[in-house]
């Protein structure tokens, strides 16, 4: 499906009811919204796919022959999905960072009956603990869309796992919790997700020597963060860097390919010591 074809016959429209700078910014929507619509209608495919958990094996490479770059030396990547979603959403991703030298990349499932962050967070960290002894690395990184991103922010600040997670990439995830969608509530995880929770409360709370770097990005056409720089770590105790995106919604932020190379960018840089300042940018 071709959605650009369409849009120029839309542009006259927009420019009479939308002048200047907001008819801009409707067609970035509209876009956006097609890109989605494109998206979920993909994954809804794949779906079925990324059901089951992913056979594990010892410290091998992908190998299904997509690696163009030579292999590096890097702690194995630990992919985590949204709500009510599994593994299949990184299939695009996890394929481009073996083809950029990335051979050691695992997606994890957790239950769509979880009802609870901490018990999914404690989850995380077992599989963690048998991805390093498996592997034979010290530490891993990890990449999680939404909800994805809030349980190994727990897992690494509030369980200890900084000693485990070396870099925390997150995609669309309510760090300071989003408003979106009030009839969700009745999912207790959704209550978790909510500005002022119990787990958002502990999320702000101090965390001195966190040695976890956080790499967040936030989209300003995120429909699901309420508002969109929700999705913005925003904690003087930690190392946190915010890319902004710009132009894409939530579900593309996981195969967008501009996303894409700000992740890699984010997992090969060195781990400093500094905080890096916001507002990066993604096109």
Not at 48 to 71: H, N
Not at 240 to 266: M, Y
Request: hydrophobic share 40%; charged share 20%.
């Amino acid at each position: 499906m071709k959605v650009t074809g369409v849009l120029p016959l839309f542009l006259p429209l927009c420019r009479r009811m939308w002048p200047g700078r907001l008819a801009g910014l409707s067609m970035t929507l509209l876009r956006a919204t097609a890109l989605e619509a494109a998206i979920l209608a993909g994954h809804l495919l794949l779906y079925p796919t990324g059901l089951i958990q992913e056979r594990r094996s010892g410290a091998r490479p992908d190998g299904d022959g997509t690696s163009t770059l030579p292999v590096r030396p890097a702690p194995p990547v630990v992919l985590l999905h949204g709500f009510i979603d599994n593994r299949s959403v990184f299939v695009l991703l996890r394929r481009t960072l073996a083809q950029h030298g990335r051979q050691r990349v695992e997606s994890l499932n957790y239950s769509p009956l979880t009802c609870d962050i901490r018990t999914a967070a404690e989850l995380l960290g077992r599989h963690i603990e048998e991805i390093c002894e498996r592997t034979g690395s010290a530490r891993v990184d990890v990449v999680g869309h939404s909800l994805g991103g809030l349980i190994a922010r727990y897992y690494a600040q509030c369980l200890g796992g900084d000693l485990r997670v070396r870099t925390l990439v997150t995609l669309g995830t309510p760090h300071s919790g989003t408003r979106v969608a009030p009839l969700a509530d009745a999912h207790p995880i959704v209550r978790q997700m909510r500005p002022g929770s119990a787990v958002i409360e502990e999320l702000a709370r101090p965390a001195p020597g966190c040695r976890t770097r956080f790499v967040s990005f936030w989209s300003d056409l995120d429909s699901l963060m309420d508002p969109p720089e929700s999705a913005c770590v925003q904690h003087p105790d930690l190392d946190a860097q915010n890319v902004r995106v710009t132009g894409i919604g939530h579900l593309a932020l996981p195969v967008h390919p501009a996303v894409a190379a700000g992740i890699r960018e984010a997992l090969d840089a060195p781990h400093p010591g500094d905080r890096s300042a916001d507002g990066l940018t993604v096109a």
